[in-house]
């Protein structure tokens, strides 16, 4: 595999030769597929590097925004499928969320406990500075108004697990940083839609209890069912056999609910009952499928660490089809959507840093809070997005915003790593 991967960082080198010389003398043909493979190749090669495989995410990121700009048509529909089917985007979406809560457990939330100052602090910096920041954006560079709104909708996210992995790096408050990540998500169904209706709701409809849902559907259900994977992993084999009861009846109440959602009685109920009908099902789903997982990882016991691996595919599938949905509009506003998303990200840690400093926190547990303002949730953002049936639109800041914060805090948390707390001045 190391040989493959030095191969491909020759390849990319030559065909990023290719691009640049084709570019020059106007041949289309060329340069289009020359470009995709020079993208590509790198993500690859990238892991041969060891100062730079930590970017290799990064680079399959940047690798699908570059095929999905040269290529869109390819990456909006298969035959007569529409690969941003509302339906295929929450499984997908679901399931990065599944796989970051596969990192998680019940003791995260222990935290709140033993660093209360720190937890509030982080909670209060992270859903006034990135919303207010981002709402500033949206009125100094004049954005459209539905791409503007996702420059918003961002910014009023829960945390990203990114956040903790940033923390480690950088030997901040883990503590500190798994535990407001933890609470920010549990938050987040009623501070988002607030936060999206004050900011946003004269750029595109916001509908609160709507949006509260679907941040249920989206990140709530999947890692509930994980921590109920993280609850079996602890348990004795009698309280274990209850589960797997729970597990049957809550599965036959999924299929009844599945079965009697387009029934004539329930068609006929309000609007807002309709609405808790369906999100029953989703909230019963997530112990079975938290059951069910675990039982899977008795035969696959690697099967957690190969968890985030599908949750970065799926980001991966979600960034290019919102890429190929927005295409004409990245053109229009793209560079400045990356400048803008510098300056979202920038502020974030600045503010999250020195506004905790000056609420009394010490160096380490700022530095943790920097990254919990500053790291936002891309995955959370592109399925409301996509619930909205504004992916080309609203999920445009997502898709920007997601590959930079993982760039800024990894060259950020190597820095700090370099220089510890006690040694500054």
């Not at 003791?107 to 207010?132: A, E, Q, Y």
């Not at 056999?241 to 999924?254: G, N, P, S, Y």
């Not at 016991?301 to 991966?316: Q, R, T």
Request: charged share 10%; net charge positive; hydrophobic share 55%.
């Amino acid at each position: 595999m190391f040989v493959f991967r030095k191969f491909c960082l020759g390849l990319a080198a030559v065909s990023l030769l290719a691009t640049f010389a084709s570019l020059a003398l106007g041949h289309a043909a060329v340069w289009s597929p020359a470009a995709v493979l020079a993208a590509v190749s790198l993500a690859i090669g990238l892991g041969a590097v060891p100062s730079l495989k930590g970017y290799q995410f990064t680079a399959w990121i940047v690798a699908a925004v570059v095929a999905a700009m040269i290529y869109p048509n390819a990456f909006l529909k298969v035959g007569d499928f529409d690969l941003r089917n509302k339906w295929l985007i929450l499984l997908v979406i679901q399931t990065v969320m599944f796989g970051m809560g596969t990192q998680m457990s019940l003791h995260d939330f222990s935290g709140v406990v033993k660093t209360p100052r720190g937890v509030l602090v982080g909670i209060i910096c992270h859903f006034s500075v990135m919303p207010l920041v981002g709402f500033g954006l949206t009125k100094l560079f004049a954005f459209p108004p539905e791409i503007a709104a996702g420059i918003i909708l961002i910014g009023s996210c829960s945390s990203g697990l990114a956040s903790n992995v940033m923390a480690y790096l950088a030997r901040s408050n883990l503590v500190l940083s798994v535990t407001v990540t933890a609470i920010t998500t549990l938050v987040a169904p009623f501070m988002t839609p607030l936060l999206m209706k004050l900011l946003a709701g004269t750029l595109v409809e916001v509908k609160f209890l709507n949006m509260m849902i679907e941040i249920i559907k989206i990140v709530i259900v999947p890692i509930a069912a994980a921590l109920i994977h993280d609850h079996l992993k602890h348990i004795a084999a009698s309280s274990y056999r209850k589960w797997v009861v729970a597990q049957l009846v809550a599965a036959a109440a999924v299929i009844g609910i599945f079965v009697a959602h387009d029934r004539p009685e329930v068609t006929a109920l309000p609007a807002n009952a309709q609405l808790a009908f369906e999100l029953a099902g989703f909230l019963l789903a997530s112990i079975p499928v938290g059951v069910a997982y675990h039982q899977l990882t008795r035969l696959l016991p690697k099967l957690d660490a190969w968890m985030p691996l599908f949750s970065m595919a799926g980001i991966v599938y979600f960034t290019t089809v919102t890429t190929a949905a927005g295409r004409d509009n990245l053109l229009k506003v793209g560079a400045l959507l990356f400048v803008a998303s510098v300056i979202h990200n920038a502020a974030g840690y600045f503010f999250g840093y020195w506004l905790s400093r000056a609420a009394g926190l010490d160096k380490s547990s700022a530095r943790s809070v920097a990254f919990e303002v500053g790291l936002q949730n891309g995955g959370m953002a592109s399925g409301l997005a996509g619930a909205m049936g504004k992916l080309g639109t609203v999920g445009l800041a997502p898709a920007i915003f997601s590959p930079w914060m993982n760039i800024s805090g990894s060259i950020l948390a190597n820095f700090w790593h370099k220089r510890p707390p006690d040694d500054l001045r």
